[in-house]
């Protein structure tokens, strides 16, 4: 694309600009396919709230508990910065 617009003259930023849309409903009409296709098949789903599924795949370790005051981190971090 930069090569392009360097041999027409024409702005990278408008050329970026104007795939946004195109981009937007390609990436909307693949998740409708799949959607689709995954239903058609019966494909199994996971049955997790947005929670469950936050903690299991961003807080896989302790300091994302409630309890973050116990975990060895923050006992690290503590003792680290107790200057």
């Known amino acids: 694309m930069i090569i ?3 041999l027409t003259n024409v702005s990278v930023g408008a050329l970026f600009l ?3 849309i195109p981009g937007i409903l390609v990436g909307l ?13 019966g ?4 049955s997790k709230s947005f ?6 795949t961003v807080c896989w370790h302790n300091s994302c508990t409630n309890d973050t005051r116990d975990s ?12």
Do not use: C, Q, T
């Open 4 to 6: 392009f617009a360097g």
């Open 43 to 46: 494909y199994p789903h996971i």
């Open 72 to 83: 060895d981190w923050w006992d690290y971090h503590r003792n680290f910065h107790s200057d």
């Open 18 to 20: 104007v795939g946004i």
């Open 51 to 56: 929670n469950e599924k936050f903690h299991e």
């Open 29 to 41: 009409g693949m998740m409708v396919l799949v959607y689709i296709l995954a239903r058609k098949r």
